[in-house]
């Protein structure tokens, strides 16, 4: 049984930082793809980046530059590290996981396993 689970989240003020993690197990596929996504009240689920089981990354437009996605294999966990955080960064945060090969961020549709979910609140 897949689990995902995401930590980190919280609130601060624009330009600060914040590092999500999401703690994986009972994922036994060699190659994937994992991902990050966000969900704003009102807005579809929008990816944010992803991690590919070869160590490729790739990020949405929004977040190059600030954002950066790694993983930790001793550890089974997916990070996302945000830095220069802006209000309209504001989500739910979300991480996923497939057994697939990402070139690019997919939409949410792509990925079967997900957690639970982050609440990220950026102030002005």
């Known amino acids: 049984q897949v689990q995902l689970v995401e930590s980190g989240g919280g609130s601060v003020q624009a330009g600060g930082s914040l590092r999500l993690s999401c703690a994986a197990s009972g994922y036994t596929y060699r190659n994937y793809c994992m991902g990050w996504f966000r969900q704003a009240p009102g807005k579809e689920r929008e990816g944010v980046a992803v991690f590919n089981s070869d160590g490729r990354t790739s990020y949405a437009d929004s977040v190059k530059g600030r954002f950066t996605i790694s993983q930790d294999n001793a550890k089974n966990t997916l990070y996302l590290q945000m830095n220069s955080l802006k209000p309209e960064d504001t989500a739910m945060y979300y991480c996923?996981?497939?057994?697939?090969?990402?070139?690019?961020?997919?939409?949410?549709?792509?990925?079967?396993?997900w957690g639970q979910g982050t609440q990220v609140t950026i102030s002005s």
């Open positions: 996923a996981a497939e057994p697939t090969y990402c070139w690019r961020v997919p939409p949410a549709d792509r990925f079967g396993y």
